[in-house]
């Protein structure tokens, strides 16, 4: 048996709006998460809505020892202020364990013993990394004892429409395979933590940076086949550098410094294309918000995958 695909049709009274940023702790606040952030906070307030900001503190040998502290000040003194209190991860186990068990009873779930090694050998090359070459998918081969768990997928095809993207299709089996939920070290893997919490808290619209989106489509698995609401989707064009690398933790990019918030803000307002007035670049934070509340035209990055910026302007914040 694989989760099904098929989307569901039946017309759904709308939720009230609600966003939300949930950033990693395996790093300080950057520019790049700062547009993600601003962007889900400005949605949320254009809709009247509620914003949320969850901590994915699941992946402990990912996480750096203070980040997730440094990165709620820092949304703190850019007046990113969450509506809500903040939901950790990591006290959300059981709700992520209850889930497993749901899918394994289901029966789209098995046990996969390959290691990486026999992984990079045997999996063909999918257009966001190795697929899965389906070694266990009907049985573990005898001898062998189950490291991972994976969800199997089948042909049918996903279809959604995102907000900054337009239509989004695709084949799970051609594009991701049967994914990891349950990691060979144990830990919950990112796309059934998400799909949970994206699904059972009522987030009604998930907006986050475009080298997210082929999370999407197994996020939505999951929460069809968990019976779970998904959100409306938006991925948002990511700051690269000029050799078109991702500004993120992992390449070191440089912490926001808080004390130079309201600039930082206005750099990540004019990267949204938002093109606020150069006289605004010495104003307070509050005046930048009022302004930004007032023009914001979201729009503007529709069809986008990045924002380049230079070395100097990155480091420069
Ligand atoms: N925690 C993930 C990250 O920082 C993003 C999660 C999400 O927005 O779905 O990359």
Known sequence: MSASHTPDTAPRPALPYRGRFAPSPTGPLHAGSLLSAVCSFLEARRHDGRWQVRIDDIDPPREVAGAADAILRSLDAHGLHADDSIVFQSRRQAAY??????????????????????????????????????????????????????????????????????????????????????????????????AVDDGSSDISHVIRGHDLLWCTPPQRLIQRALGLRSPEYGHLPVLVDLQG?????????????????????????????????????????????????????????????????????????
């Open 97 to 194: 364990l209850g889930a497993l068990d749901r899918l394994r009873d289901a029966g789209v779930l098995f046990p996969c013993a390959c290691s990486r090694r026999e992984l990079r050998a045997r999996a063909t090359a999918g257009p966001n990394g190795p697929l899965y070459p389906g070694t266990c998918r009907d049985g573990l081969p005898p001898g062998r004892e189950a490291r991972a768990w994976r969800l199997r997928v089948n042909q049918a095809e996903d279809l959604f429409e995102d907000r900054f993207q337009g239509l989004v299709r695709t084949r799970l089996a051609e594009t991701v395979g049967d994914f990891v939920v349950r990691r060979a070290d144990g830990l919950l893997a990112y796309n059934l933590a998400a």
């Open 245 to 317: 690398q991702k500004l993120s933790k992992q390449q070191g990019a440089p912490a926001l410094d808080d004390r130079s918030a309201p600039a930082n803000l206005w750099l990540a307002l004019q990267r949204l294309q938002q093109e606020p007035p150069p006289a605004l670049r010495r104003a307070s934070l509050a005046t930048l918000w009022q302004w930004a509340h007032a023009h914001w035209t979201p729009d503007r990055l529709l069809g986008q995958e990045t924002i380049r910026i230079d070395h100097d302007e990155a480091i420069g914040d």
